[in-house]
T-cell receptor, first 113, second 113 residues
């Protein structure tokens, strides 16, 4: 298996633009998580899905952030409009139902200028 | 509000010596604790875990100790090797949390030859 695949690896965008981050989880994994890493806050959970259904989105910082999982093999995290303070590394992870089973993608480094 | 705290941002250890990374938590509902290791430009990878019913778990050179009364856990690496140089994240989860993890901010370990 190729692991959790995230795209793009790097994204530079101007303030106010829409940004879409993509994630393909490991086949067979039924939980998917979006995390954001910043120097100030470390790794923080934004939202997670179980069997394609959003379970907890309390970590999503604002209404500018939205996430979808239309099927078991694809998820998106969208920021509209983007702001400089959204600059961070965004990680997607998937799991097959155990707390040891998290597999992270390599992340998307987002820079909003 | 950070429920998992890693108060040492960095640690430097000589090759062959013991590395001790510390983690404190505030949520008494946490019942499972994990350590993840992260290299630059990669996602975190699972290293070792411990359930709250245990006070020690060992896997090769890595041992995690849990002190529930102090709400403290530590990761010991013996002997330390240059390849262990990475950022180490402590994480914890509650039962019935859907496997969502709360992470600390990480400790950057440098093992010098």
């Amino acid at each position: 298996d190729a692991g959790v695949i995230q795209s793009p690896r790097h994204e530079v965008t101007e303030m106010g633009q829409e940004v879409t981050l993509r994630c393909k989880p490991i086949s067979g994994h039924n939980s998917l998580f979006w995390y954001r890493q910043t120097m100030m806050r470390g790794l923080e959970l934004l939202i997670y899905f179980n069997n394609n259904v959003p379970i907890d989105d309390s970590g999503m910082p604002e209404d500018r952030f939205s996430a979808k999982m239309p099927n078991a093999s694809f998820s998106t995290l969208k920021i509209q409009p983007s702001e400089p303070r959204d600059s961070a590394v965004y990680f997607c992870a998937s799991s097959y139902g155990t707390r040891d089973g998290y597999t992270f993608g390599s992340g998307t480094r987002l820079t909003v200028v | 509000d950070q429920q998992v705290k890693q108060n040492s941002p960095s640690l430097s250890v000589q090759e062959g010596r013991i590395s001790i990374l510390n983690c404190d938590y505030t949520n008494s509902m946490f019942d499972y604790f994990l350590w993840y290791k992260k290299y630059p430009a990669e996602g975190p990878t699972f290293l070792i875990s411990i359930s709250s019913i245990k006070d020690k778990n060992e896997d090769g050179r890595f041992t995690v100790f849990l002190n529930k009364s102090a709400k403290h856990l530590s990761l010991h690496i013996v002997p330390s090797q240059p390849g262990d140089s990475a950022v180490y994240f402590c994480a914890a989860s509650e039962p019935n949390s859907g496997y969502a993890l709360n992470f600390g901010k990480g400790t950057s370990l440098l093992v010098t030859p």
